[in-house]
């Protein structure tokens, strides 16, 4: 069973950074990839970043490309969303979510954290 606890979120103005964290423990081999997920009041649960533990492969959303940088770092188990000039529609819950591969396709992912709140003011 893995289990996952992201942490790190908080309030930031517009134009700020932030980087988030999630530890993973009772990792197996078959959750290879690890990716966030990010929920906004209202909107339906949406992609944001993925990678495999390995750094083999990284994916982002459109929406984020260029700003947000997921990595990861194997001895401590933990996977990192560093997330640059952020806006007020990054606004929401975020996620981070245990798979077999890297994929941005949420029914995808076996295992999820409890969620953690960013907001970004104007």
């Known amino acids: 069973q893995v289990q996952l606890r992201e942490s790190g979120g908080g309030l930031v103005q517009a134009g700020g950074s932030l980087r988030l964290s999630c530890a993973a423990s009772g990792r197996t081999f078959s959750n290879r990839a690890m990716g966030w997920f990010r929920q906004a009041p209202g909107k339906e649960r949406e992609f944001a970043a993925a990678?495999?533990?390995?750094?083999?492969?990284?994916y982002y959303a459109d929406s984020v490309k260029g700003r947000f940088t997921i990595s990861a770092d194997n001895a401590k188990n933990t996977v990192y969303l560093q997330m640059n000039a952020l806006k007020p529609e990054d606004t929401a819950v975020y996620y981070c979510a245990a798979a077999p591969v890297v994929t941005t396709t949420r029914l995808q992912y076996n295992f999820w954290g409890q969620g953690t709140q960013v907001t970004v003011s104007s």
């Open positions: 990678m495999y533990w390995s750094g083999d492969s990284t």
